[in-house]
């Protein structure tokens, strides 16, 4: 599938100047190739969130286990709240 822009002059100058820069024969060529990267720095970007959102919970379970360690189970208190709540 084709698909025509418009761009001013001056951008297809500058595309077509990054292109040669980089040995490439047109700027369809250049454009795959940073859409390539740009793929490329998305997927490494999202490797890295999903590793500090394991961290995060690996941190969560540290604390949690720290309280356990130091206070013990504590009872649910969901009853307790119930309770208050039919008095109120």
Partial sequence: MSVTINI???TYQTLKEQA???ELES???LLDKLTEQFETE???AWEKELERRREVGQDIR???K???DK???M???TPLIREDRMRG
């Fill in 42 to 44: 998305a997927a490494a």
């Fill in 20 to 22: 040669q820069k980089r």
């Fill in 75 to 77: 009872p649910d208190s």
């Fill in 71 to 73: 206070y013990g189970v």
């Fill in 8 to 10: 001013s002059e001056k």
């Fill in 66 to 68: 720290r309280m356990k």
């Fill in 27 to 29: 700027v369809e060529q």
């Fill in 62 to 64: 540290n604390f949690r």
